[in-house]
């Protein structure tokens, strides 16, 4: 079989040969095997999360991609009386947002620009003034340019006006810590195919007990139902509709693999790793990134284009993409960039490929200084 060419994306991402071979069996929904799987995944991430259920945490698993397990979140957590904050610095934020339009949830947009921290104090501000406000939601780490979120502050100010707390950490959970209990989370949602490196297929919710129980009957649709979903895998261990069965054997494989690499802390190591060389490869290029070093995060890193007449991004990617290495185009609103990311099955050895490769498209397309 011909080699697969390199994901430097935010997802689906690169996964080892185990976890894509983990996934080589036919299970039935109800098989003994897959049901103990599920079991264990669902101890796993609370373990992953930092919590237990013996605190009051539980995991749900939803099938779909990640954007279905936010949605699962916005639409049935928030009654019909509530009202929900939204902080936005990105295209995921703004995705959150239209959730919220649809579901016909009111909200209260705070918008911030896309290489900004949310201010902390314009939040409390919001959350003092506002009484209307129930549940807060921002990102963990917004992916459109990778900067990091504040969630520990922003989730004080949260609990300190007593509203719920909810939280995208799609692309951090697995490799950047978060203690979700410390953090105030009630909600914090992630799926198979970022950071724990399985293959796409679910998402999954930790949540607070309490916090999911008063989303009982507040579903607005039958499928993404959380809490129903939740009471579906407590009470038989079983999915509602067909189970992701194979995505769930090569995520408990992917499990065993993030574990063996030390945890969220060895995968931090390897990814804030690769963040650095691909830096300081790209800096002496010419390149520059986009954010700030003190607000970029390691999971992915956003740069200029080049400021050269012979760029265009779509030669450049479909140049990289021939060489086997796929970065990710933009999504910022304002500023020409493309994304690369440092997550997945990728190694310092594969940063040196990818900038050589990039040094040779260069040059390929007659940009030398710029
Ligand atoms: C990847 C991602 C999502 C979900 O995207 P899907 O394409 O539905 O998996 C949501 N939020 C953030 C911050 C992400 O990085």
């Known amino acids: 079989m ?41 101890s796993q991430l ?69 290489n900004e921290i949310p201010s902390l104090s314009a939040i409390e501000k919001e959350l003092k003034s506002n009484a209307a406000i129930t549940h807060v939601a ?28 909810i939280v995208d950490a799609m692309s951090s959970f697995g490799a950047v810590p978060v203690n979700v209990k410390e953090a105030k989370i009630d909600f914090i949602i992630s799926s198979s195919n970022k950071c724990i ?32 979903q939740w009471e579906g895998l407590e009470s038989n261990g079983q999915f509602r509709f067909t189970p992701p069965t194979h995505a769930i054997l090569a995520f408990n494989q992917a499990i065993n693999e993030l574990m063996k690499e030390g945890g969220i802390p060895g995968r931090a190591k390897r990814y804030s790793r690769n963040h650095q060389q691909l830096v300081e490869g790209m800096r002496a290029l010419g390149f520059k990134e986009y954010l700030p070093i003190e607000k970029q995060g390691y999971i992915i890193t956003s740069f200029h284009y080049p400021a050269h007449p012979n760029f265009n991004f779509k030669d450049f990617y479909s140049k990289l993409n021939d060489k086997g290495q796929v970065i990710y185009p933009g999504k910022l609103s304002k500023v020409d960039c493309f994304r690369i990311g440092n997550i997945g099955q990728i190694y310092p050895k594969d940063i040196e490929v990818l900038l050589k490769c990039i040094a040779e498209v260069l040059e390929e397309m007659g940009i030398d200084k710029f």
């Open 138 to 165: 921002v990102i963990h780490c917004e992916t459109t340019t990778g900067i990091i979120n504040p969630i520990e502050k922003i989730g004080d100010l949260v609990k300190k006006y007593g509203k719920v707390f």
């Open 197 to 228: 490196e399985g293959v796409p297929g679910f998402s999954f919710t930790i949540a607070n007990r309490d916090a999911l129980c008063q989303a009982k009957g507040n579903a607005r649709t039958l499928a993404l139902d959380l809490y129903a």
């Open 2 to 42: 011909a080699k697969d060419k390199l994901l430097f994306t935010p997802g689906p991402l690169t996964t080892s040969e185990t976890v894509k071979s983990a996934m080589l069996h036919d299970y039935g929904s109800r098989d003994i095997v897959f049901i103990e799987t599920v079991k264990k995944v669902r």
């Open 46 to 114: 609370l373990e992953l999360a930092g919590v237990s259920k013996e605190e009051g945490y539980e995991s749900v698993i939803m099938q779909g991609s990640g954007t279905f397990g936010i949605e699962a979140v916005i639409s049935s957590v928030i009654p019909a009386n509530g009202h929900l904050l939204i902080i936005i610095n990105g295209a995921y934020g703004e995705r959150i947002s239209k959730m919220a339009t649809i579901h016909k949830i009111p909200q209260t947009r705070m918008v911030f620009e896309e």
